[in-house]
């Protein structure tokens, strides 16, 4: 067991989404692999912090949550008061070392008042003059990869890069209830989809999700599973009138924890650019990943089972101020998502189902 007392103290800033949550796996493992001996603390989101349970890699979770525009944030730390004694509390636990991997000047200000001596992260936001290193960021790569760079400058090797996800028994069994009590035979396959996105304009239209559903239960009998939050009942509906079989629903019913079980027994995933996407290739489900205005390049899905359907217009990447840099559709999609036809993305999932 660790002596906490004696122990290097090390502090890893990277908070907000599940995605941001689920890519920071691979660094915090190659860390914890180069310092088994330290003690290592994680700032994170609560919000997102739930994908995390189960890591062994870390020896605390402190949460941050400032608020904010996103949909996650439950603004804890809402007042000056709330947040210098957010402060307080990290100076207290005498950090030698910080980690910011987040690349807002807001970011590096924290890493600095934390106390620690040494402070590593990215050279952005006019920040570097806040850290005792700075490393370049690279925005043609992969955010596990910048992430992992951080180590490397730092001197830290870096032996593997993959994603790790951790269920407990409890949650496996009711994953292995739910699939049970809708009528899954052991070894029947089933393909989830999820169809929604907070920001509708990014996503794939629920009609082309509605039609791809529709061939799948045609051409192979797939059992079709839809998970979503509470707010995508409503657009679940139509769905499900749709469909000639009923799917599998497991929308605004479970917690995340729960999603996650259950999407760890699917044989295959459909999605949006999302933080379920992220979550599927933690777990190593094969998955199909829908990209419109954002480059799979730096946030695609990170695992050898991933497959990206992304046309690259002259706009791409955008800003994704919608409609100001592009006409949308008639169905109020920019062109990059339009561009996504059914029989695409029939034709990825139909390789993926031979081989599941």
Not at 41 to 61: K, Q, T
Not at 63 to 79: G, N, Q
Not at 80 to 109: Q, T
Request: charged share 25%; proline share 6%; with cysteine.
């Amino acid at each position: 067991m660790r002596d906490k007392k004696m122990a290097k103290r090390i502090l890893v800033l990277r908070y907000r989404f599940i995605g941001d949550t689920i890519l920071t796996i691979p660094f915090l493992r190659n860390l914890r692999k180069a310092e088994p001996d330290a003690y290592i603390a994680w700032v994170l989101a609560p919000g997102s912090a739930e994908v995390a349970d189960g890591i062994p890699y870390v020896d605390e979770l402190i949460f941050w949550d400032p608020p904010t525009i996103h949909a996650d944030s439950r603004s804890t730390h809402k007042t000056m008061s709330d947040k210098l004694g957010f402060i307080r509390e990290l100076r207290a636990r005498r950090f030698d070392k910080v980690y910011v991997l987040k690349r807002s000047f807001g970011s590096a200000v924290i890493g600095l008042l934390s106390g620690a001596r040494a402070r590593v992260g990215f050279s952005t936001e006019g920040r570097r003059f806040l850290l005792t290193k700075g490393v370049p960021y690279k925005h043609g790569q992969h955010e596990v990869q910048n992430f992992l760079d951080v180590l490397r400058a730092d001197g830290v090797p870096v032996v593997d890069d993959h994603l790790e996800a951790w269920l407990s028994d409890e949650e496996q069994a009711f994953a292995a209830k739910f699939f049970r009590d809708n009528g899954v035979n052991p070894g029947e396959k089933v393909i989830a989809f999820h169809p929604f996105a907070a920001n509708e304009s990014r996503g794939w239209h629920l009609d082309n999700f509605t039609e791809l559903a529709r061939l799948l239960q045609e051409r192979f009998g797939a059992r079709i599973l839809f998970l979503g939050g509470p707010r995508d009942r409503e657009a679940l509906v139509p769905i499900r009138k749709a469909l000639p079989l009923a799917p599998l629903e497991a929308v605004g019913s479970t917690t995340l924890r729960q999603t996650m079980a259950i999407l760890s027994r699917c044989n295959l995933l459909v999605c949006n650019d999302s933080g379920i996407m992220h979550l599927g290739a933690s777990l190593q489900v094969p998955l199909v990943a829908l990209f419109g205005p954002q480059s799979p390049v730096k946030f695609g899905p990170w695992g050898a089972g991933c497959r990206v359907i992304y046309r690259n217009f002259p706009c791409s990447p955008c800003r994704q101020k919608f409609f100001e840099e592009c006409k949308p559709s008639a169905r109020m999609k920019p062109e990059c998502v339009e561009a996504i036809t059914v029989e695409d993305v029939m034709g990825e999932v139909a390789q993926l189902w031979e081989g599941c």
